[in-house]
């Protein structure tokens, strides 16, 4: 079984940062992409980044130039770090990832999800 465990989510003033982290555990062969989505209330759920085994990233158009999202392969982790936080940033951030376990299975996992709230 593979789980995910967010963390690092809290209440931030405008302008502010945080940093998310998201770690992978159990019978874990490999991991592709590892990625970051939010749900606001009342709002999809969207993707907010993502990184793959390769490096490469991609960004929502509303955080690019703010969020760097990168990951730790030894310790099958993968970040978030906000800056410049806006209140529309507030919302349940979670991560998910494509896992390969110890069996051959491939699966989309996620994460429990952490709260941001970027308010005065």
């Known amino acids: 079984q593979v789980q995910l465990v967010e963390s690092g989510g809290g209440l931030v003033q405008p302008g502010g940062s945080l940093r998310l982290s998201c770690a992978a555990s159990?019978?874990?062969?490999?991991?592709?992409?590892m990625n970051w989505h939010r749900q606001a209330p009342g709002n999809p759920r969207e993707l907010v980044a993502a990184i793959r085994n390769s490096g490469s990233t991609n960004y929502a158009d509303s955080v690019k130039g703010r969020f760097t999202i990168s990951r730790d392969n030894a310790k099958n982790t993968v970040y978030l770090q906000m800056n410049s936080l806006k209140p529309e940033d507030t919302a349940v951030y979670y991560c998910?990832?494509?896992?390969?376990?110890?069996?051959?299975?491939?699966?989309?996992?996620w994460g429990q999800g952490t709260q941001v709230t970027v308010s005065s």
């Open positions: 998910n990832a494509v896992v390969q376990d110890s069996r051959g299975y491939v699966g989309n996992y």
């Open positions: 159990g019978s874990i062969l490999s991991i592709n992409a």
